[in-house]
């Protein structure tokens, strides 16, 4: 079916405000430093502004842990400097995309602080408290074996509640029971109050986590661990209901609202059957497919050599998967993941060109492309050189466990200077000031080693930089319909000759049936690790004008495609 709302053609640019720009000299980036940079976004070329959270927050986990959904961080600034950004932003034609964290709290939000006082409190039931069990010596253990994301149970014993209480996160996170009508009704009056504000959408975190299954049950264990982190377990028919109602209550107020559904786990099943046409519950999902692949069980901290060909094979079955009947956020990093030119490509002068093409896979993709602040740049991992220099409570946490298991210090840096979330974490590099032109002060994380190098007012003043080629590429998107709307149509399918370290596909602008294979003429992009994208000649019998030509060479070596 059609698909022609704004978000369809529109590229989303991810903010990570504490690491964006520093307009006060506090050393945390802030709402007034986007401001101060909302014409580099409009330069750009992109349509929306993803802020990450923005709210009071104690910041265990970065913000990500909310003590109040409906007020800015005093670190950020004020309600009315986000009314300046977004008034800001609208005039340039961009909107701007909240963060909403609604699986979980802050344990400082009042609803818990309320609940853990009281066993009789109406706020009781927001969370998951249980007494325990007890084992055969009579200890008290955890109503199951779920395990953290950020490490040991997801069961913390709070002393004031007598209780064990649910954190799928932190434990300064407790998970919200949306099983309860009231929490269901708290948190869509809250969507409802940042649309009257005038928010252009959300994007909702970890939304399918809310599915939990219904008695607890333990899941299966991850192996060499006692914990579980089985999303196999998550209730989805419960996802589909209460995530269905919060968005038709969202459309309702605001047709032109974009809901972005943040679904670890999601299958590409589910992908499709959560943003169909005639049902939606979502507009677009963020998948992890991509992402996980490098893992050993899918285990972050277990990496694997990076294997072009299987990451080509799951994005490719993605793009393919969806073409015309679903749609989804498709990004390469963003604050979660390690840089994409430090993952997807190899090292060195390689990793310049090759983050080229990283960015055409990503701006000529199928669905909404969302950039995350630094890819612009071409930023590698930030790879710190001490462990001191790790903010991030994954990294801190993960530190801390391996050195209790015995892992070398050395080990335990080159595995964060690898996977800690910080990589893409640090301050954007504006200029070639020490610490990147990003603060006045002194800045809340290490400046990136390779700011002097990577800066914007250095890329902006070079034609020949990435930064330059990623607005061309942006430019490119919104020139072509058929790169937002038209099918993904891998070369081979045509019968081109595609080696497997080159992702290359096309995006006609007419349905693929009516391409035929014939002939054959070698394509200027097929040189190593090089990438990027043309509109096909007029006399190319693989498509006409309005069809576009991608070509991402994720190989070290010479790799030469063949174009029909
Ligand atoms: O970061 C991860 C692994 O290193 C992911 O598993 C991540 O926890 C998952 O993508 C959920 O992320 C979101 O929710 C988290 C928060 O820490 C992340 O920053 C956020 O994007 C909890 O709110």
Do not use: C
Request: a negative charge; glycine letters at 10%.
């Amino acid at each position: 079916g059609a698909r022609s709302s704004w978000w369809h053609s529109a590229v989303v640019y991810e903010i990570y405000p504490m690491s964006f720009y520093d307009a006060d000299g506090d050393g945390v980036g802030d709402l007034r430093g986007i401001l101060a940079k909302v014409d580099y976004l409009a330069h750009l070329g992109v349509d929306a502004v993803w802020l990450t959270p923005i709210y009071p927050s104690p910041w265990a986990d970065n913000g990500y842990d909310v003590a109040d959904y409906l007020s800015v961080h005093p670190a950020f600034g004020t309600l009315e400097d986000l009314y300046a950004l977004r008034d800001a932003l609208r005039k340039r034609g961009m909107r701007l995309i909240l963060d909403l964290v609604f699986n979980h709290t802050s344990d400082e939000h009042p609803w818990f602080q309320a609940a853990r006082l009281d066993p009789q409190s109406p706020f009781r039931d927001f969370y998951y408290f249980h007494p325990g069990i007890r084992d055969e010596d009579g200890e008290r253990r955890p109503p199951n074996n779920w395990g953290s994301f950020f490490g040991g149970s997801a069961w913390t014993w709070d002393e004031q509640a007598q209780a064990y209480y649910l954190h799928l996160f932190d434990r300064k996170q407790p998970d919200l029971n949306w099983d309860h009508p009231p929490v269901r009704r708290a948190l869509t009056d809250i969507a409802r109050t940042w649309l009257v504000r005038g928010a252009g959408g959300f994007r909702l975190d970890v939304i399918n986590f809310i599915g939990k299954p219904r008695g607890l049950p333990n899941g299966r264990p991850e192996p060499g661990s006692a914990y579980a982190y089985d999303l196999d377990l998550l209730d989805r028919e419960k996802v589909e209901r209460y995530v269905g109602e919060l968005y038709r209550v969202v459309k309702a107020q605001n047709p032109e609202a974009v809901v972005i559904g943040e679904t670890p786990g999601v299958t590409l099943e589910e992908a499709l059957r959560w943003t169909r046409l005639e049902a939606p519950i979502l507009d677009m999902v963020i998948a992890f497919d991509h992402v996980t692949f490098d893992g050993e069980g899918g285990n972050k901290w277990r990496p694997l050599p990076f294997d072009v060909g299987r990451f080509k094979k799951i994005w490719t079955r993605w793009q393919k998967g969806l073409s015309g009947r679903g749609w989804w956020a498709v990004y390469l990093g963003n604050h979660d993941q390690p840089r994409p030119a430090s993952r997807y490509v190899r090292d060195g002068a390689y990793r310049a060109v090759g983050a080229v093409a990283l960015n055409a896979l990503l701006l000529t993709a199928y669905g909404t492309p969302f950039l995350y602040q630094g890819e612009e740049l071409g930023l590698p991992n930030a790879g710190f050189s001490s462990l001191a220099e790790y903010r991030d409570v994954e990294s801190r946490n993960a530190a801390r466990l391996f050195r209790e298991a015995g892992m070398a210090e050395e080990d335990i840096l080159a595995l964060l200077g690898r996977r800690s979330r910080d990589n893409a974490r640090v301050p954007i590099p504006w200029t070639d000031d020490p610490a990147g032109g990003f603060t006045r002060g002194n800045p809340w994380i290490s400046p990136h080693p390779r700011a002097g190098e990577l800066h914007v007012a250095r890329q902006l003043a070079d034609p020949g930089s990435l930064l330059a080629a990623t607005r061309a590429l942006i430019g490119l998107r919104r020139a072509f319909p058929a790169a937002a709307h038209g099918p993904f149509v891998p070369l081979e399918d045509v019968g081109g000759d595609v080696p497997p370290e080159v992702i290359a596909y096309l995006r006609p602008a007419v349905p693929a049936e009516h391409f035929a294979a014939r002939g054959a003429e070698a394509h200027p992009f097929a040189e190593p690790g090089s990438g990027g994208a043309r509109e096909i000649s007029r006399d190319s019998p693989v498509g006409r004008p309005g069809t576009l030509l991608v070509l991402a060479n994720l190989s070290p070596d010479s790799a030469a495609v063949t174009v029909p």
